[in-house]
């Protein structure tokens, strides 16, 4: 680990220099990209210094220990216990800052929110989750813009499609997908039953257009008329699209936005996505045949969180959790949750790393 953080020190050192380079400083994108990788090594690089310096106190401290004076042999013997303690604390945190993140989670995120199974009940669901995610996304500062929005007959709302930007935003986001099940006696239920309905979500990493590594004769773009529920728009524009990536045969089409632009963009991010999925999976494999991580695997048909109001709890499914504060989560305090899945992941890849 220690030749590990020496040769991390070293990077540190060297972006710190590049992005004094005049020539670096003036191209603005090597230049974000450098200061990204530099401000994600600062803990790395401070938690280190602090483990090298409580090294160098603990053999001044044995050195101590050798004294004739059975007083400073007392109190080395004392500091050294404290420095042992801070030792292994520190070298907790470090692996832990060690364990490798995905690369997408610093990305803005394309989020879907659909209703499932349930009729009008998980319109409304579908709609309490957008409440319940936009309170979370005004509290983390982050800008969220929607694309596309469906309202359900009796509230909420059949679809929505937001782009949402800020820091680290798919790396707390990509938990979120799955189908999302709520138990409640339902606003259009006239005999007080508890009745099981669904929504649900979908989160993917957004690219920026440089970062889609697809070629143009690697792509055929069809445009055609929305279909939909009326309206000039959609009976008057070629506003969908549909990419077909030749090479592997991968088709999506997207018709969320109201633009043909806005629509080849999303499509081409999803595109990208499922191209990525297939490379990750191919390189992936021996590894998902030993061990397949419910955490974060983002699959929408699995049933990841049940919300029960009548017993005010929230479940969720992969890791155990559960919490009788649905109250709270419901209006957006969803941070303990998804601090939990990260936990989970991040305690999977370190007992992988140590199984290799």
Known sequence: MIDKLKSIKDRFYLLEEQMSDPEVVADQKRFAKLHKEYKDLIPLVKAFDQLSSVYEEMGQAKELMNERDEGVREMARAELEELTESKTELEQRLKKLLIPKDPEDSNDALFEIRAGTGGDEAAIFAGDLFKMYTSYFEEKGWKY??????????????????????????????????????????????????????????????????????????????????????????????????????????????????????????????????????????????????????????DRSGK??????????????????????LDQVVSGKIEEIIEALQMAENAEKMQEGNSQ
């Open 304 to 325: 990841i969180r049940t919300y029960n109001y009548p017993q005010n709890r929230l479940t969720d499914h992969r890791i155990n959790l559960t919490l009788y504060n």
């Open 145 to 298: 813009d929607i694309v596309n929005l469906s309202e359900g007959t009796s509230g909420g709302y059949t679809k929505i499609v937001m782009e949402i930007s800020g820091e680290e935003v798919f790396g707390n986001l990509k938990y979120e997908s799955g189908t999302h099940r709520v138990q409640r006696v339902p606003k259009t239920e006239s005999q007080g039953r508890v009745h099981t309905s669904a929504a649900t979500v979908a989160v993917l990493p957004k690219y920026e257009e440089d970062e889609i590594d697809i070629g143009k004769e690697d792509l055929r773009v069809d445009t055609f008329r929305s279909s939909g529920a009326g309206g000039q728009h959609v009976n008057k524009t070629d506003s969908g699209v549909r990419l077909t990536h030749l090479p592997t045969g991968i088709v999506v089409e997207c018709t969320d936005g109201r633009s043909q632009i806005k629509n080849r963009e999303i499509a081409l991010q999803r595109l990208y996505q499922k191209i990525q999925d297939v490379k990750r999976k191919e390189e992936q494999s021996t590894i998902a045949a030993h061990r397949k991580s419910l955490v974060g695997t983002g």
